[in-house]
């Protein structure tokens, strides 16, 4: 079975910045697509970035651009996503997804997964 846990989420001020984790058990990080997506309240579940298992490829949304970054951490089993210049538009719970192994399809939708963490709260105050 899989099991993914976030961490790292708080409360950080206008323009801070915050470093989120996750922990993957019965899945190695680097043979699936590892994906974040947050939801804000009265909001649905949207794409965040995500790193393909084919060549470690990145993709993000506009919203994050040039201000996120995804990693990989082979040796920890882990991936990251680096947030700087936090705004208080990121607010939400954010998770980590994946799917099985090598699949392949619509990274951006939130059906295309197969496994999620339980999400961390990241709060940023105006």
Do not use: H
Request: net charge positive.
């Amino acid at each position: 079975q899989v099991q993914l846990v976030e961490s790292g989420g708080g409360l950080v001020q206008d323009g801070g910045s915050l470093r989120l984790s996750c922990a993957a058990s019965g899945r190695t990080v680097s043979s699936s697509t590892m994906t974040w997506f947050r939801q804000a309240p009265g909001k649905e579940r949207e794409f965040v970035a995500c790193i393909k298992w084919s060549g470690d490829r990145t993709y993000y949304s506009d919203f994050v651009k040039g201000r996120f970054s995804i990693s990989r951490d082979n040796a920890k089993n882990t991936v990251s996503l680096q947030m700087l210049s936090l705004q208080p538009e990121d607010t939400a719970v954010y998770y980590c997804a994946t799917t099985t192994p090598w699949k392949t399809g619509d990274v951006y939708s939130r059906t295309w997964y197969d496994y999620w963490g339980q999400g961390t709260q990241v709060t940023v105050s105006s």
